[in-house]
């Protein structure tokens, strides 16, 4: 201890009394035998194999490859709808052939009179150029016949 | 047979015929003043026994990279305050819990004779260490009971002298504060006792 920490020391020994006169002895109680036995102990842990690190890799990549799935997956479901390239009027008769079985709107129109039809108004919906294309394609639409009408 | 030094230690535990020998040799000697240390931080046996675990087993894992030129008991030293202060966090997070809920936990183990074998006076000293934030626990117990240099102290916790001898002198007072507070109450509930 050089001589400024002996001041220093003095110094602090006057501020706490009670501290400095108490005997430093060690009031914690260890079990018997317990300093011959602990080296054992811990060799053995130490002797212990450790785990491979392809093992700890292949860990992590359980952790990890789940997760970045669930990462894609909410990527791919947030993403918004792809840009329409085309928009294509669809009349009334174009909705209802395309109307899904499962609702079946042309058996429940034809069971009611014509006049208790609902109103149909032209809906548009965005269709891209490829889908447009499926559309004609897919329902033998002449294109000529279809511009000249409109 | 004399101690073996640390240098012959280490240069023993580098020879793979002689690793676990060097190894069982090195835990002898430095289990005592680490376990002390520990103790006085965590206060529990069991935790005790298990920080002072991984300190030796960071060592196995370790002592081959280390430098011959620093102190191997500093160096141990060192693992076991980081390991005293990560157990003592980590209790901290188990618990969701504050600093003081952790100290009445401390203060509890403390307080089961079984574990504890001072006077009254002693006990009042270890409950007032025990009030002590855990970095500032560790700087008063290496200070006070280990009587570490500050030097080898600012090895051990990678803060600056300057900074230890100030948080050592603010833990003496309020060390003292405590102890003169509590023996004051002891006497005035003597005569009514």
């Known amino acids: ?150 | 047979m004399d101690e073996p030094t640390d240098q012959e230690l280490i240069a023993l535990f580098r020879k793979e015929e002689s690793r676990h020998y060097a190894f069982n040799l090195l835990v002898r000697k430095h289990q005592r003043r680490l376990y002390t240390f520990i103790r006085r931080m965590v206060t529990d046996p069991d935790e005790t026994k298990d920080v002072l675990q991984n300190v030796f087993l960071k060592a196995w894992t370790g002592l081959d990279k280390f430098r011959e030129d620093a102190q191997l008991f500093s160096w141990l030293y060192r693992i076991a305050h980081n390991e005293s202060i990560s157990h003592l966090k980590r209790m901290r997070r188990g618990l969701f819990t504050s600093d003081a809920t952790v100290t009445e936990r401390l203060v509890g183990t403390l307080d089961s004779s079984e574990h504890f074998s001072g006077d009254m006076i002693q006990r009042k000293l270890q409950r007032a260490v025990m009030t002590l934030p855990p970095k500032q626990r560790a700087v008063f117990n290496m200070k006070y009971f280990d009587e570490l240099k500050y030097e080898e102290m600012s090895r051990v916790t990678g803060t600056s002298v300057g900074a230890l001898k100030s948080s050592y002198h603010i833990a003496v007072k309020k060390i003292e504060a405590e102890l003169t507070l509590g023996l004051s109450r002891s006497d005035q509930t003597k005569p009514g006792e």
């Open chain 1, 1 to 150: 201890m050089n001589q400024k920490e002996h001041i220093e020391d003095s110094a602090l020994r006057k501020d706490a009394p009670v501290l400095f006169g108490l005997s430093k002895q060690d009031p914690f109680r260890v079990e018997d035998g317990f300093f011959e036995r602990f080296p054992h102990e811990v060799q053995a842990l130490a002797s212990k194999p450790g785990k491979s690190p392809l093992f700890l890799w292949l860990k992590r990549a359980a952790v990890a490859l789940p997760a970045m799935a669930l990462v894609l997956f909410a990527v791919h479901a947030l993403r918004g709808p792809e840009v329409p390239l085309a928009s294509v009027p669809v009349t009334e008769e174009a909705l209802l052939s395309t109307t899904s079985d499962q609702f079946d709107t042309q058996s429940i129109l034809a069971g009611l009179p014509e006049e208790e039809w609902p109103a149909f108004d032209s809906v548009t919906v965005q269709l891209t150029a490829n889908e447009a294309l499926a559309y004609v394609d897919q329902h033998d639409i002449d294109l000529t016949e279809y511009l000249y009408q409109q």
